[in-house]
Structure formats: structure tokens, C-alpha cells
């Protein structure tokens, strides 16, 4: 096997450097003085690379070189184990700029600790609740921040971290797509418990499909792709079997036109009416 070789394009510090590797692949390499010195052509020393990777898109890695030109390396060395169990946790690979937003986030979370300064994050416990998984991943990045950098963060700071996931799962743009999906599900199990009068087990297994449905439900919303079938049939069996549960599915339908000015299609009613009816049927047996 041929000896890995680099050849610098530019140093993004003392520790970083942009190179491009035996194919002509363009790399971030990071390691201990491994951009000192270091000029446009020159071969990097392969005893110096700690770290190598790579990033698909080049607007988020030149995004990145400037973030790292002016940002600990540790920082980069965070967000990467934390996107890295993420994906692991959800089976699933995450829109790459996730990398670089954690990054600049987590930088600016521990400089305003070191500020002493208080951070209340307001959706925290529909976080927790809705995004078990990515909470617990957070959780872990979070003590990874303390053992890195000797600041504990709040509980608080994990949500956030959380919320980075989240949107990046989603493929939403920015943090306001994650933040208006979590926000609809709130107003969604609020309108069901309120016309129901009863509580949810939120470590049930109805539970977490019906916040399931809802996550993809807020996605097809907000991003026009909501399903609109012609099963006529189908549709009136339900309504006429589900009869409560198909009005509060309506109700939802006009809390959701009078916020989001969105209509919602007769499919996507019959959906949520029979998630609706699932989620209370569980929680009347339990009771």
C-alpha cells in the first residue's frame, strides 16, 4: 500500500491546514503545529496528521476555514464525536453543515459561561420529550465540552445542541424549521389533550409513534408536500368509525390555518384522525 502523501493549498492556522491528498482530494488535516510555517505547495509531514476530514460541500468547508481560523481546534474535535454518535444513534447520515454550525455554536456556548452569563432554553421540555434520542446524544456531547474544556454547561445548553441535530435530520435550512416544527407539535398533543382531557405516557411506544408522525407530518407542512390522495372511501370510513377523533384532527386543521395560513388536506386529516385515535384508545386502556 502507497505512503499517504498531502500537498498544502493554504494553512487555515498553526494546527490546520487545507491540502489536497494523493488523488487531488481536497482535505482538512489537523494536527500540532501542522500548518507552522507551512506555504502553498509544500508536503505535509504525515507524523503531524491527527485528524483528517473531508466535507462534500464547499461553501461549508470555506465556511468552516474561516470559523477555524479564528476558533480552538478543540471545538472542531467536539462537534465531530458528536455528529458522529448522532449518527450512529439515528441510523442515519446528517446534512454535513450540522458540523460546522455545532461548532460555532459550542464555541459561543462556552465563552458566554466563561462570562458567567445564563442561558434558559424555552422549548426544553418539549425537546426532551419529542427528541429523546437526539437529547441523549446532546447529553453526551455535553459532557465531552466539560471534559475537553473544563466548562459544565446546562441542561439547558443540550437542548440547543439537540436542536442542531434535529434540524439537520430534517434537512431543515436553518434553526426556524426545527424550531416551528417542535412548536407545532406542542400546539398539536395541547388541542388532543385538551378535547380528550387526559395525560400521555411519554415513554410509551404510542406515544412516540404519534410524535413520530407529527415530526414528518410538520415536515410535509412547512415544506408544501403534503399528501392528498382521492380515497374517498377509505377517507369516510374513517370518519364515520372515528367520528371523535376525526373532529379534533379537524380542530388541529383550523388552529394550523389560522397560525400558518396552510390548509390541510383531507388525506392528511384521515392520517392524524387515526394516529388520534391510536394515541387516545392506548391511554384510556391504561387508565
Known amino acids: 500500500m502507497s505512503a499517504r502523501r498531502w500537498i498544502v493549498k493554504n494553512a487555515v492556522s498553526n494546527n490546520v491546514v487545507c491540502a489536497r491528498n494523493e488523488r487531488n482530494q481536497e482535505r482538512i488535516l489537523v494536527g500540532k503545529g501542522i500548518g507552522f510555517k507551512c506555504k502553498p505547495g509544500d508536503e505535509v509531514d504525515p507524523a503531524r496528521v491527527e485528524k483528517e476530514y473531508f466535507l462534500k460541500s464547499k461553501n461549508v468547508t470555506g465556511k468552516l476555514y474561516a470559523l477555524l481560523?479564528?476558533?480552538?481546534?478543540?471545538?472542531?474535535e467536539i462537534a465531530d464525536a458528536i455528529v458522529k454518535?448522532?449518527?450512529?444513534?439515528?441510523?442515519?447520515?446528517?446534512?454535513?453543515?450540522?458540523?460546522?454550525?455545532?461548532?460555532?455554536?459550542?464555541?459561543?456556548?462556552?465563552?458566554?459561561?466563561?462570562?458567567?452569563?445564563?442561558?434558559?432554553?424555552?422549548?426544553?421540555?418539549?425537546?426532551?420529550?419529542?427528541?429523546?434520542?437526539?437529547?441523549?446524544?446532546?447529553?453526551?456531547?455535553?459532557?465531552?465540552?466539560?471534559?475537553?474544556?473544563?466548562?459544565?454547561?446546562?441542561?439547558?445548553?443540550?437542548?440547543?445542541?439537540?436542536?442542531?441535530?434535529?434540524?439537520?435530520?430534517?434537512?431543515?435550512?436553518?434553526?426556524?424549521?426545527?424550531?416551528r416544527m417542535t412548536e407545532l407539535i406542542h400546539k398539536i398533543i395541547s388541542v388532543v389533550r385538551y378535547q380528550y382531557h387526559m395525560n400521555f405516557d411519554e415513554e410509551s411506544v404510542h406515544f412516540v409513534r404519534f410524535v413520530t408522525h407529527l415530526k414528518f407530518f410538520a415536515k410535509r407542512l412547512f415544506s408544501d408536500?403534503?399528501?392528498?390522495?382521492?380515497?374517498?372511501?377509505?377517507?369516510?370510513?374513517?370518519?364515520?368509525q372515528y367520528a371523535e377523533s376525526y373532529e379534533c384532527a379537524g380542530k388541529i386543521a383550523k388552529f394550523i390555518w389560522d397560525d400558518?395560513?396552510?390548509?390541510?388536506?383531507?388525506?392528511?386529516?384521515?392520517?392524524?384522525?387515526?394516529?388520534?385515535?391510536?394515541?387516545?384508545?392506548?391511554?384510556?386502556?391504561?387508565?
Do not use: C
Not at 225 to 240: N, V
Open 69 to 76: 481560523a479564528q476558533t480552538p481546534e478543540v471545538y472542531m
Open 85 to 179: 454518535r448522532a449518527q450512529e444513534a439515528l441510523g442515519k447520515e446528517l446534512d454535513e453543515a450540522v458540523f460546522l454550525h455545532l461548532i460555532d455554536h459550542i464555541s459561543f456556548a462556552v465563552s458566554r459561561m466563561k462570562q458567567g452569563l445564563d442561558f434558559k432554553h424555552v422549548l426544553l421540555w418539549e425537546i426532551k420529550s419529542f427528541y429523546p434520542k437526539e437529547f441523549e446524544v446532546a447529553q453526551y456531547g455535553i459532557s465531552l465540552i466539560e471534559e475537553k474544556t473544563g466548562e459544565l454547561l446546562p441542561e439547558d445548553e443540550a437542548g440547543s445542541i439537540a436542536m442542531h441535530i434535529v434540524n439537520a435530520e430534517f434537512d431543515y435550512q436553518d434553526m426556524n424549521g426545527s424550531v
Open 225 to 240: 408536500k403534503m399528501l392528498d390522495g382521492d380515497d374517498r372511501d377509505f377517507q369516510e370510513l374513517i370518519k364515520s
Open 260 to 287: 400558518y395560513q396552510i390548509a390541510v388536506p383531507e388525506e392528511e386529516l384521515v392520517y392524524l384522525t387515526v394516529y388520534i385515535r391510536r394515541i387516545t384508545q392506548a391511554a384510556g386502556e391504561k387508565d
